[in-house]
Each structure stands twice: as C-alpha cells, then as structure tokens.
C-alpha cells in the first residue's frame, strides 16, 4: 500500500516564527499536494508539484512556499506563520500514469497551532 | 468561487437508512469525480468514483448517480452503518494537465443506532 508521511501530527508555534511541514511518499508518485482543511471550507489547495523542483500554486499560495529537491519529499513552508495559518495540514499524492491515475493518497495530517 | 458545491453539510441517519449527499459543478471540463471518505484523526481516502460517460456507478452499498445536463452528483449510501459515520468530500478534476482535484466543502455524517 502507498505510504504517504507527515512528519508531526501536531505542531504548535508561534506568530512570525517560520514553519516546515514534511511530507515524504513512498510509490515514487511524480505528484505531490498540499492542502489545508478548515470546518466549512473543505480542502482547498495551497501548492502543488508534478516533478521535481518543479511546483505551482494552487487557490490560496499566500503566505506559503514549497521545496521539492527529492522525489519523494515535499515541504511546505510558513515564512512567518499567523494565527490564521491555524488548520489541518494534508499532504497527498499520486501518479499521471496507470490505472489509478487520479487517485489521491493523502497522509494523516499535521494539526498546527499558531500562537 | 467555490467550484464544487457540496449539500448538505451535517447529517444525521438512522442505521439502516439511505444516507444522500449531493454535489454540483460549474467547470464543464471536468470529467473525474470522486468521493473520498475521512475519519477522525485520518486523511481522506478514495471511496467511490465516476466518468461523466455513465450515469451511476455503484460498489456495494455505496452509489454514484450523474447528471451531466444539471451539472449534478450524488452519492447515495444505502443501509446505512454506524460504521460509514465519517466526513464525505465530493471531488472533481480533469484528465488533462496536472490533475488538480477541487474539493467540496464535506458533509459529516452521523449515523446513529
């Protein structure tokens, strides 16, 4: 079964610190995202990638970067976290090619907290 | 602008009842639509999906029905578990390009006994 790691599942930081969310895979999936879900807003998208070094903002970029140097790793990253970056962080992947070309495999989350 | 619309946002069913939750898109490029399921203290999972080229799809006790002309999905949840309570996110994408999935918004489902 594909695998996808976040690495804390609860973080708690404080305003104007900057933050790094990883995020590792292990099906060699060329694509990898990152999303927050917030209570009656769903999943909205932050920052995707489809290969290495390679990425593309989503619907809500701002105040957020990524960094993808290895295949399996993606990081998202806080500059100067604010209270409102307060949300379930979920990391996901999948392949453009196969059978299950669009199916997403999504870690368990990282629950931030910003102070 | 919220491109998938997901109705409604709660909803309580008595065990054994048929659990609707319904969805409406406005990208006529789209042409994926999956349901992912979420428990408490998981990530989403892929539940069920379908192409616009049928109208309904089902797998076990869950169902898909399309409509295409309305712009509209529903997954239908029949004999409903305490088991399926959960979070329901409807979904769609494009085959083409970088396959970017645009979420509803959820609907938590109760079912109780």
């Known amino acids: 079964d594909v695998k996808v790691t976040q690495s804390s599942r609860y973080l708690v930081k404080r305003t104007g610190e900057k933050v790094f969310l990883e995020c590792v895979q292990d099906?060699?999936?060329?694509?990898m995202f990152w999303y927050r879900q917030d209570p009656g807003l769903g999943l909205r998208l932050i920052y995707f990638?489809?290969?290495?070094?390679?990425?593309e903002k989503g619907d809500i970029p701002e105040g957020y970067s990524v960094s993808r140097e290895k295949k399996e790793r993606f990081s998202l990253i806080l500059e100067s976290a604010s209270t409102n970056q307060t949300s379930m962080y979920l990391c996901?992947?999948?392949?453009?090619?196969?059978?299950?070309?669009?199916?997403?495999?999504f870690g368990s989350g990282t629950q931030l907290s910003v102070l | 602008q919220q491109q998938v619309k997901q109705s409604p946002q709660s909803l309580i069913v008595q065990k054994g009842g048929i659990s609707i939750i319904n969805c409406a898109y406005e990208?006529?490029?789209?042409?994926?639509f999956p349901w992912y399921q979420q428990f408490p203290g998981k990530g989403p999972a892929l539940l069920i999906a379908?192409?616009?080229?049928?109208s309904e799809k089902k797998e076990g006790r869950f169902t898909i029905s399309f409509n295409k002309s309305a712009k509209q999905f529903s997954l239908h949840i029949m004999d409903s578990q305490p088991g399926d309570s959960a979070t329901y996110f409807c979904?769609?994408?494009?085959?083409?390009?970088?396959?970017?999935?645009?979420f509803g918004i959820g609907t938590k489902l109760q079912v109780i006994p």
């Open positions: 996901a992947s999948s392949s453009p090619s196969g059978a299950a070309n669009e199916k997403l495999f």
């Open positions: 099906m060699d999936h060329e694509n």
């Open positions: 990638s489809y290969d290495v070094k390679m990425k």
């Open positions: 990208n006529t490029a789209f042409d994926y």
């Open positions: 379908i192409r616009p080229d049928v």
């Open positions: 979904a769609a994408s494009m085959s083409k390009g970088y396959q970017k999935v645009t």
